[in-house]
C-alpha cells in the first residue's frame, strides 16, 4: 500500500503540524512539518539535550506514514534514554 500525501491541513501548517514530546532524561522533542512549502517531503526534527548540552537530528521523508513511523522511533529512543541516529 502506498503512502499517503500529506492532507491540506498538514502543508498549510506554520510550523511543525505535529509535535511529540517523548520526555526521559534527555528531554526529548520530535516535530514533523513540510520540508519545503508546497512540496511533499515531510521533515522530521528531533531535539534533546546531553549532559545539558542541546543536540539534533532530522531527515527528510516522503509521505506522512514514513515521517510517522520515524518520529515514533526517534521519540521511543529518547524516552529509552537513547540518542537516535545522527
Given at each position: 500500500?502506498?503512502?499517503?500525501?500529506?492532507?491540506?491541513?498538514?502543508?498549510s501548517?506554520?510550523?511543525?503540524?505535529?509535535t511529540?514530546?517523548?520526555?526521559g532524561?534527555?528531554?526529548?522533542?520530535v516535530?514533523?512539518?513540510?520540508?519545503?512549502?508546497?512540496?511533499h517531503?515531510?521533515?522530521?526534527e528531533?531535539?534533546?539535550?546531553?549532559n545539558?548540552?542541546p543536540?539534533?537530528?532530522s531527515?527528510?521523508?516522503?509521505?506522512y506514514?514514513?515521517?510517522?513511523?520515524?518520529?515514533?522511533?526517534w521519540?521511543?529512543?529518547l524516552?529509552?534514554?537513547r540518542?537516535?541516529?545522527?
Open positions: 500500500m502506498p503512502d499517503r500525501a500529506p492532507d491540506a491541513w498538514m502543508t501548517s506554520a510550523g511543525p503540524f505535529l511529540m514530546n517523548a520526555g532524561r534527555l528531554e526529548g522533542v516535530t514533523i512539518s513540510v520540508a519545503t512549502e508546497g512540496a517531503p515531510l521533515l522530521v528531533a531535539a534533546w539535550k546531553c545539558g548540552d543536540r539534533s537530528t531527515a527528510t521523508v516522503t509521505g506514514d514514513a515521517a510517522r513511523a520515524l518520529a515514533h522511533e521519540a521511543d529512543e524516552a529509552a534514554g540518542e537516535p541516529p545522527r
